[in-house]
């Protein structure tokens, strides 16, 4: 194993014995003069975007393409030889902190981001760093959850990143320079930037953090060439938030809502549209025949005291289909209405076909959700075609918030949190990352209090109690678990299933671990010394196939920090 860390002399010094050849995988040597550099500029076209999911040499998207299956149909790294992975560098960067990322990679070069908006450019097969951008952050950062990025796009020559300081940028991919910086919210009011882009026919497509903070939640599509705001929607509309006062969860299960107490303080005020949350925290997928994206839409503000917003609360905890072209709303599928309970939408709608009801296989998209269920609906019209068992422990749902605190399962991080489910088309399992975490639910009285953390409440861990995590293979077609692999502690990161009937993941005690697709036996381990609660990544660079994993630990569950992508291919 090779481990990079690279400092400005090291730098220096190492370059002089790069390539001078000229292919888009090879690096030229400047001797003293600076680091390598990438000669041949990356040129991503719209064709490769859209069939990024039907290869095995480049990882060109977050979630792996549009459908975000996250689904890569390499074999070479397989169940029969996995257990000859081995480490072939690591590459240490210079922030020692939660890393969530997803790196794009793209004919050799992999482009990899760390928590506070650094982006390194970094050779895919030894780890050597070609260039380093750091974003010049503004007077105001307001997150949750840690400073965490979760990566950049790639179109053409350029990539996009969402900040913490609540801008988008478009960098150079060659050379790491600043071509343009958009401001995308105010920071000032609670808004920031965590997700990765998704670009798509010339459009950033991005949403928004904030629903801790009594922002006003959207999906905005900017001008890949220039950053200009093409259209704007806003997940919390100024009418009709009120929704149609449902007295059921999407699964049917009573909320214990009082809706005339609410009705009546609708009637008193409901200019509160502007504070309502519902943040987007992670990438739409994108359906190019009918030119629509899917995302989910988070919680609503303040989190768990209801009382400051009468309603459904909608867009918020739901399922939500707008034209791509235009942002206009084509539908929404409500999981919880008036959530007190934190359990909002955040992991990464799939698209793939599923038999209906009927045995008929139609367009649908799958969704994991923090109550623990696969909810799988109709791509055309919303409707929920069926959910899955209970992938983990339920109890007391809905019972209310109370000031002394009331114990409900699960616990506010869910489920399934920002965690990206993979899909493997050959077993027809989807697999997500579940966690366990017993908590009780606090509320109080809270005003709006001008862009700070707005709870209304607080939701606690129960001292003495187990915390563990599930990995849950799911049957789209039928809801039924499969499989189910339990971890000592919560899950949180993303799921990786591959063409060789391997599924990747990682833990937060440094564990990487690969299980067998079909049936969930572990076959292979490493410890990579810090929490691996990144998203891993498959790509293949002069005919050897790779698997890359970012190892920096979680702030959300104050896992092991660490400063590493570990990448990883057979060795002998």
Known sequence: MRVVRYFPLAAALLCAVAST?????????????????IIKAPDVSQAMLNGAHQQSTNWLHTNGGYEQQRYYPGSQINAGNVKKLRPVFMFQTEVRESMETAPIVVDGVMYMTTSFNHVY?????????????????????????????????????????????????ALDARTGALLWEKEIADPEKGYSETMAPTVVDGKVLIGTNGGEYGIRGFVKAFDSNDGNLLWTFHTIPEKGHEGVWAENDLTGRNMKRNIAAEKTALARDSSFF???????????????????????????SPDLFGAERPGDNLYTDSLVAVNL???QYKWHSQYIAHDVWDLDAVSPPILVDVKDERGRMVPAVVHG???????????????LIRFSEAMIPQENMWVLPTAG???????????VEWSPMAFHPKYRLTYALNLHQPMTYHVEDAKYPGGKLWLGGAFKVIEGEKQWGRLAAVDIDTGKIAWKFDTE??????????GGDLVFYGEGNGLFRALHAKTGALLWEFNCGAGANAMPVSYTVSGKQYVAMGCGGNTQLDFKRGNSMVVFALGD
């Open 21 to 37: 050849t000229t292919t888009a995988q090879e690096i030229q040597g400047q001797g003293s003069r600076g680091p390598a550099m």
């Open 121 to 169: 450019a970094l050779d895919a097969k030894t780890g050597r760093e070609f260039w380093h951008y750091k974003h010049k952050m503004g007077p105001i950062t307001t997150f949750c959850c840690g400073p965490n990025n979760r990566g950049v796009a790639i179109e053409k020559g350029k990539l996009f990143m969402g900040t913490l300081d609540a801008k988008l940028v």
């Open 274 to 300: 502007q504070t309502l949350g519902g943040g987007v925290w992670m990438n739409p997928a994108v359906d190019l025949k009918t030119r629509t994206i899917f995302f989910v839409v988070g919680n609503p």
């Open 325 to 327: 072209d235009t942002g």
């Open 369 to 383: 959700g923090k109550t623990g269920h696969v909810y799988v609906h109709n791509r055309e019209d919303g409707k």
């Open 405 to 415: 605190g009331a114990r409900m399962l699960p616990g506010a991080n869910g489920g």
């Open 489 to 498: 502690q919560p899950l949180i990161g993303g799921a990786l299933a591959t």
